[in-house]
T-cell receptor
Framework: GAVVSQHPSRVICKSGTSVKIECRSLDFQATTMFWYRQFPKQSLMLMATSNEGSKATYEQGVEKDKFLINHASLTLSTLTVTSAHPEDSSFYICSANRVTHNEQFFGPGTRLTVL | SQQGEEDPQALSIQEGENATMNCSYK?????LQWYRQNSGRGLVHLIL?????REKHSGRLRVTLDTSKKSSSLLITASRAADTASYFCATDTGFQKLVFGTGTRLLVSP
């Protein structure tokens, strides 16, 4: 089956530092990946759509300079939270769209805690 | 907000009972999907129903879709303790962008 991995699974950082989260499709190519954030006991909110070889498309209200997205290859997208603050603490989940199937495959998520 | 709504927000039942969750959405859709999420984990895709379908089955899962009412329901029959999780509906309005519902937290007690 299609597998999407995320690294790291958990990260704790100090306020003001930057954190990079990787999302990889392990056994298929993904021209499009999506980044979501989820606060405790809440739903997933789409942050941005990551397209291989082009700039990401951000949802309304998401700061593109704070959440940098790079889709370097057909199997890797990265989300960098720049100058992280405690309010950025959240669960970040990526998903990858396999073109041959009308289905998104989700990564296991990354728990970010900013102290 | 385009986010869909689900009800109930929380549901507590005994093993063996059926669990029904409802989802309402706001815009036209290509398809509607249901996902399951165990606490603090990623999402598991359960079932997809296309906009021209009215009902779909997968094992103990039954999904209905009423596009005229912009609503869907997920029925889990003969529930098990292992079904305890949060369940989300998600609508695909095009370009594979998913809009998630608010979720239902299901607790199945032995």
């Amino acid at each position: 089956g299609a597998v999407v991995s995320q690294h790291p699974s958990r990260v704790i950082c100090k306020s003001g530092t930057s954190v990079k989260i990787e999302c990889r499709s392990l056994d298929f190519q993904a021209t499009t990946m999506f980044w979501y954030r989820q606060f405790p006991k809440q739903s997933l909110m789409l942050m941005a759509t990551s397209n291989e070889g082009s700039k990401a498309t951000y949802e309304q209200g998401v700061e593109k300079d704070k959440f940098l997205i790079n889709h370097a290859s057909l199997t890797l997208s990265t989300l960098t939270v720049t100058s992280a603050h405690p309010e950025d603490s959240s669960f970040y989940i990526c998903s990858a769209n396999r073109v041959t199937h009308n289905e998104q495959f989700f990564g296991p998520g990354t728990r970010l805690t900013v102290l | 907000s385009q986010q869909g709504e689900e009800d109930p927000q929380a549901l507590s039942i005994q093993e063996g009972e059926n669990a029904t969750m409802n989802c309402s959405y706001k815009t036209s859709i290509n398809n509607l999907q249901w996902y399951r999420q165990n606490s603090g984990r990623g999402l598991v895709h359960l079932i997809l129903i296309r906009s021209n379908e009215r009902e779909k089955h997968s094992g103990r899962l039954r999904v209905t879709l009423d596009t005229s009412k912009k609503s869907s329901s997920l029925l889990i029959t003969a529930s098990r303790a292992a079904d305890t999780a949060s369940y989300f509906c998600a609508t695909d309005t095009g370009f594979q962008k998913l809009v998630f519902g608010t979720g239902t937290r299901l607790l199945v007690s032995p």
